[in-house]
């Protein structure tokens, strides 16, 4: 089998998702046996010791481990019964599973409540705001070029970029991210909410383009984007009431809570299956900007 097209955050989602499907119950066993003989391989030899890995990664890590021993990634060959050993052991794992699970839901609800909180901030601030909303990706077919470190690292940059307000960042206001891991169509993600001063930048689309064509740059062309200010995207949420992207007005309530709305989708607690499966030390997977500065307008100076 010829592993050439996989990366390494790709390989820790597959037996990520291997260990949790069986914990679930929803894998027959002669699918995990030839899922086991697929992912055992590649995901030892991507393993990095430096990285941190999710429970379900770490489970699949040390049961498997226990059964085979030292013996060399490639020689191994899971028949039946290592396989039943291998599904028997991580019943072991489910409790360190579930602990990890619900820390991850009440942090993402601590991020929704500091979202929130951020973003009616500033529509109380301004009285017009320019909400983008963008997702910063990799192509599929360059996707096995990119690590967990690569993402990081074009992260990082990316962050330093938006924080110069220069470009395509003129006129900024407000920002916040996070980061995801999906499926293998969308693995490694980033989502991204943009807030201008609407006084001084109008062209939502334009702006999106702007911005994501930044992201292809910078990546080395390894990098796409998503974009949600198409018109006839607009047009579908505008029909339902929920645009809340693009011009906002602070003296019309029904924007202001759709955008606040689609801000808050950065930060869902029972998204547990779009965590990142593993990570580098201090690795930052959610953030946005700061509110009170000694420069916003309006607002008395900070306290020493």
Not at 25 to 45: A, C, H, Q, R, V
Not at 93 to 101: K, P
Request: charged residues 25%; glycine residues 6%.
């Amino acid at each position: 089998m010829s592993y050439s097209h996989l990366n390494q955050p790709l390989v820790v989602a597959n037996v990520h998702n291997l260990v949790t499907d069986i914990l679930a119950n929803t894998i027959s066993f002669n699918e995990t046996m030839d899922k086991l003989n697929g992912w055992y391989y590649p995901f030892m030899n991507h393993l990095n010791t430096e990285l941190f890995y999710l429970q379900p990664v770490l489970a699949f890590l040390s049961a498997t481990q226990a059964i085979v021993g030292d013996t060399y990634p490639e020689n191994v060959i899971w028949d039946h019964d290592k396989t039943q050993r291998f599904i028997t052991m991580l019943s072991c794992y489910r409790n360190d599973i579930e602990r990890e699970c619900i820390m991850f839901s009440y942090k993402e609800s601590q991020n929704k409540r500091e979202l929130k909180q951020y973003t009616q901030s500033l529509t109380n601030h301004y009285s017009r705001l320019l909400f983008i909303r963008i997702d910063l990706k990799y192509a599929k077919e360059t996707s096995h070029h990119v690590s967990i470190e690569d993402f990081d690292a074009h992260m990082r940059k990316f962050r330093e970029l938006i924080s110069n307000k220069k470009t395509c960042f003129e006129h900024l206001q407000g920002n916040a991210w996070a980061l995801e891991q999906g499926s293998e169509e969308y693995g490694l993600h980033c989502h991204l909410l943009l807030i201008y001063d609407g006084s001084q930048r109008q062209n939502d689309w334009y702006l999106a383009r702007e911005v994501g064509e930044k992201w292809k740059i910078m990546t080395g062309g390894l990098g796409e984007y998503y974009s949600y200010h198409d018109s006839e995207r607009k047009q579908q949420y505008k029909q339902y009431g929920k645009l809340g992207i693009g011009m906002i007005h602070r003296d019309n309530p029904q924007e202001v809570e759709n955008a606040v709305a689609s801000a808050l989708y950065l930060t869902k607690p029972n998204k547990n299956e779009q965590q990142l499966k593993s990570w580098l030390p201090n690795m930052r997977t959610f953030g946005h900007g700061i509110y009170r500065i000694p420069k916003r307008r309006g607002l008395p100076p900070i306290a020493k």
